[in-house]
């Protein structure tokens, strides 16, 4: 399957699971409703005609909704990239300067469109916000980040991610726990909360009580649910599936990482999925491939934009 990238990054991106989560989608005319949307990317591949789309992150749901009404068009954000990277390269510092001055005006005016900057021109593609809600990553280092190419790339994510947003996705900006009820019957709800003891910033704090609350919500819902989660690394388990999850259907699979370059710093995470529906078809519990493996859509098979200078 191809798979669509949204114009944001982050590091907890699930672009690698899309294939995953698709081939375990139950068939159903209800709506995708996910509480916990990050960079969109889940959502974006999921091809449903209505959809409620939430997250803690204000900046991420005015982004899409930006998009959705045409606020923010492919050919504003290609004038807004090719003005901004060209004042980046000319920036003293390599670029530091410039960068700076974007990001002190994002976390004065949170503009969508300076978000989209400090996503693409921050340190590995990160998104961490500090105690005062502002952006907190640096700068790439990379003054000619913006050169036409990526330009180019990124203005595609915008318009594919503009063909998926159909004109009945609600977009929320609320706690999970105001949104898991809305479900209803034949809805499906994908969450992918935070992790409980693992990375923490401004709008992802995760406690044992959200823990606790998610697992009471999902259990009394009428709708079909999708939780992702890990299930042990090479050190620990995940307490969480022993005290809460175990009671539903799981699948798991090996993700390997490196920390720091060399082989031998090989690690691997075993990633899962808990649902509360029976697999239709034939499902391998561990490392369950899809049939097809997932290419991300290159920019050349689009069709070709015509952006007016
Ligand atoms: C692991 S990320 C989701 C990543 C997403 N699946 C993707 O592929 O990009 C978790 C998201 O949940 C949001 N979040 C954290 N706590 C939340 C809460 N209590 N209610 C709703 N959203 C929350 C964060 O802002 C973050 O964007």
Redesign the pocket.
Known sequence: MKVIVPPLK?Q???TKLVPWIKAILPETNGRWIE????????ALNMGFKNAIL????PH?IQLYLDIKEDRITPEIVKRYLEVEGENLRQADEDGYVHFRAIKDRFNKEFSSLDFIFLSRAGFNGMMRFNKQGKWNIPFCKKPNRFAQSYITKIVNQVIQAKRQINKDWVFLNK??SEVIPLATKDDIVYC???YFGRYVDY??G?TEM?EELLYQQLKETDAKFILSTWHHNDYRENESIKKYWEEFNIITRDHFYHSGGKIENRNTIVEALVCNFDFNGNIKEHNHEPEKKYVQTSIFELEPVVLVD
């Open positions: 982050s907890g991106i699930k509480p916990f949307l990050g960079t969109g990317v889940v939430n997250d803690t992150n991420i706690q999970f992918d909360p935070p709008y992802n995760w959200d």
